[in-house]
C-alpha cells in the first residue's frame, strides 16, 4: 500500500488522569486539578485544562506547579481506575481494526486502511470511535485523521480539546508551512537548536531549505525531517505486541526501613500487576522483585510459580519470600525502591468462563472491581492479613 494512500486514527484522550478524577468527583469539575506525584520529589502527570492558564504541565515538578497555581487540587493518580478506562478505550480500537499501536494508556494509532469498505469513510471512522468512547467512559477523546501518523497525530494535537479534525496530503503542506520546526514529531530540543543556529524556524522553512546546508547541519537524517516536514511519514502502524512482563515499583520519599511496610508496598504492587494480567488475559511464570539500597544499588530476585498464575495472592507469596530472604541477607536493609514484575507468559488465555474460574480465585475479580473503584490497595485480602500477623 504506497503510504500516502493509507487511512490513519490517532486518538488521545483530553487530559485523562485529570478528566477521570472529575468524572468520579463532579465537584472538581471547572477546577484545577493537578494529579501526579505529591511528595518532594514528584512530578505532575496530567492536569486539567483549567489549570493550563496558571502555566501547570505535565512533567513539571510538583513543587514548582504548587507556586503557579497554590489553590489547584492536588490528587495522587489512581492507576487501576485509569487503567480499567484504558482498557474500555482500546476496546473500542479493537472494534473498528486489529492494527492498534498503544502509545499510552490514553493515546495510540490505528491504521483503519482495511475497514474503510466495511466502515465507511475515515471521517465516519473517526466519529464512531469518539462517539463510542463518550459513550462508554464519558470521557472525552481528541481525534485526529490522515494519511500517515504524523499529519493524523498533528491533526490531533491542532483540534485539541474535544478535537475532531483531517489532515489531508493535499493540504499538509499549507497546514505544516506555519508552525515552529520543534512541532514536528520526533524533532526533538537537539535538532530544533541546530536548526535555530542556521535560521530554520518554522516547517515551512524547513521544506524549502537547501538540501545540502541541511545535511551540514543535520548530518544524514536531514533527508527525513524534510521529508517530513513535507508532510510525508513512511512510518507504519505497528500493532502491540505481546507484552514481555508486566511490572510496577514505587520509589520512596523517605528510604524504607522495616519489613513491614516493605511488604505491604509488595502487596499494592502485586495485585496492580495480577489486575493486568487479568484484563489482559495473561497468566505468568517468573516473579521478579527489585530492590534498590540507597543510593544507587539495585539486586533482583527472582523464581518461578509452580503453574502460570495471574493471582495476586500467588504472586505475592512467592515476591514475598523473595523479599524477606533478601532482607535477611542485608546488616541493615534500607530500601529507595521496591518493585515487582511478572513474566514468562503463557499466551492469551482463551475467554473461556469455566477456565477463567479454574485459574483465577474469584475473590480476585471482586477484588478488581473494588480495587477500580476505590484506587488500588483499599481492599486486603483477609488471607494476606493473616498471614503478616502471624510475622
Ligand atoms: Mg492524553
Sequence with gaps: MPPDERSIIHVDMDAFYASVEQLDHPELRGLPVIVGGLGPRGVVSTCSYEARPFGVRSAMPTAQARRLCPDGI??????????????????????????????????????????????????????????????????????????????????????????????????????????????????????????????????????????????????????VIQALARGEDNREVEPDQAEQSIGAEHTFDTDLAELAMAESWLLRHCERIAARARQ????????????????????????????????????YDVARRLLQGWWRSQRKPRLRLLGASLSGFEGRRQQDLFEATSSTPASDDVQDRINSRFGSGSLVRAGVLRTRERD
Aim: hydrophobic content about 45%; proline content about 5%.
Design 74 to 223: 492536588y490528587l495522587w493518580p489512581r492507576m487501576a481506575r485509569y487503567e480499567d478506562a484504558s482498557a474500555q478505550v482500546f476496546e473500542v480500537f479493537h472494534e473498528v481494526t486489529p492494527m492498534v499501536e498503544g502509545l499510552s494508556l490514553d493515546e495510540a494509532f490505528l491504521d483503519v486502511t482495511a475497514s474503510l469498505r466495511l466502515l465507511g469513510s475515515i471521517e465516519a471512522i473517526g466519529r464512531r470511535i469518539k462517539d463510542a468512547i463518550l459513550e462508554r467512559t464519558q470521557l472525552v477523546a481528541s481525534v485526529g485523521m490522515g494519511p500517515n501518523k504524523l499529519l493524523a497525530k498533528l491533526a490531533g494535537e491542532l483540534s485539541k480539546p474535544d478535537g475532531f479534525r483531517r489532515i489531508t496530503a493535499a493540504h499538509a503542506a499549507r497546514e505544516l508551512a506555519p508552525l515552529p520546526v520543534g512541532r514536528l514529531w520526533t524533532v526533538g530540543k537537539v535538532t530544533e537548536e541546530a536548526l535555530h543556529r542556521i535560521g530554520v524556524r518554522t516547517i515551512g522553512e524547513l521544506a524549502a531549505c537547501d538540501t545540502v546546508r541541511l545535511t551540514r547541519a543535520l548530518g544524514r537524517q536531514a533527508s
Design 280 to 315: 489482559r488475559g495473561l497468566t505468568g511464570r517468573t516473579v521478579t522483585v527489585k530492590l534498590r539500597e540507597p543510593p544507587f544499588v539495585t539486586y533482583t530476585r527472582q523464581a518461578r510459580l509452580q503453574v502460570p498464575s495471574a493471582s495476586a495472592s500467588d504472586i
